[in-house]
């Protein structure tokens, strides 16, 4: 699986968008970016994925660059409970593909009031 | 729908002694994982199972075993614990198509389990 790499911390102020973003220059053409979070003692929770359309859902947007080699995890509306660790990881996406999630530092988004 | 939990929640063991965690999920998954986390690091995942009876090894696997016996639990033991072992695991899930691919993981609430 292609290595992500990630800024280790984040500031944004409650109410603004928080825009996170995520290398992956050596990501493979069947290869998904996938987000997670973490928040302080839970368990890891799934965000959004993608392979190379943009994607939205209730929780976020997903921005992937045409050439596929970065990514940006938008939180349109950030608040106090979206303060956590968020990690970028990408995968395969194919049957016979790895399941396996590899998890790296990630980045601590503080969301101040 | 309870999702994935796991027991026990906390967990202090002296060295050498034994212990099981148990995952269970009430999602019909065919997929489960099993993870660690250790202080500022990210999750390594230990070993997996891609499906009743069937288990594989992970990243960090030396002083795990595992049993899937009914697809719906997932068995993590430590035979003989060590100082090293102290972490947070958490178990995950996942549901696949029928193929070998599978979409995103759920997790468990955690155990944190300390050995002295």
């Known amino acids: 699986d292609a290595k992500t790499t990630q800024p280790p911390s984040m500031d944004c102020a409650e109410g603004r968008a928080a825009n996170l973003p995520c290398n992956h220059s050596?990501?493979?053409?069947?290869?998904?970016v996938y987000w997670y979070r973490q928040i302080h003692s839970q368990g890891p929770q799934y965000i959004i994925h993608?392979?190379?359309n943009n994607e939205t859902n209730e929780m976020a947007s997903l921005i992937i660059t045409e050439d596929r080699k970065s990514s940006t995890l938008i939180l349109p509306h950030a608040t106090l409970r979206d303060t956590a660790v968020y990690y970028c990881?990408?995968?395969?996406?194919?049957?016979?593909?790895?399941?396996?999630?590899?998890f790296g530092k990630g980045t601590k988004l503080t969301v101040n009031p | 729908n309870a999702g994935v939990t796991q027991t026990p929640k906390f967990r202090v063991l002296k060295t050498g002694q034994s212990m099981t965690l148990l995952c269970a999920q009430d999602m019909n998954h065919e997929y489960m994982y099993w993870y660690r986390q250790d202080p500022g690091m990210g999750l390594r995942l230990i070993h997996y199972?891609?499906?009743?009876?069937?288990?594989a090894k992970g990243e960090v696997p030396d002083g795990y075993n595992v049993s899937r016996l009914k697809k719906q639990n997932f068995l993590l033991g430590l035979e003989s614990a060590a100082p090293s072992q102290t972490s947070v695991y958490f178990c995950?899930?996942?549901?696949?198509?029928?193929?070998?691919?599978?979409?995103?993981?759920?997790f468990g609430p955690g155990t944190r389990l300390t050995v002295t």
């Open positions: 993608g392979l190379k």
């Open positions: 199972s891609v499906g009743e009876g069937t288990t």
């Open positions: 995950a899930s996942s549901y696949s198509t029928g193929g070998a691919f599978s979409y995103e993981q759920y």
């Open positions: 990881i990408v995968r395969l996406g194919i049957p016979g593909g790895s399941e396996k999630l590899v």
């Open positions: 050596t990501i493979s053409g069947n290869e998904y």
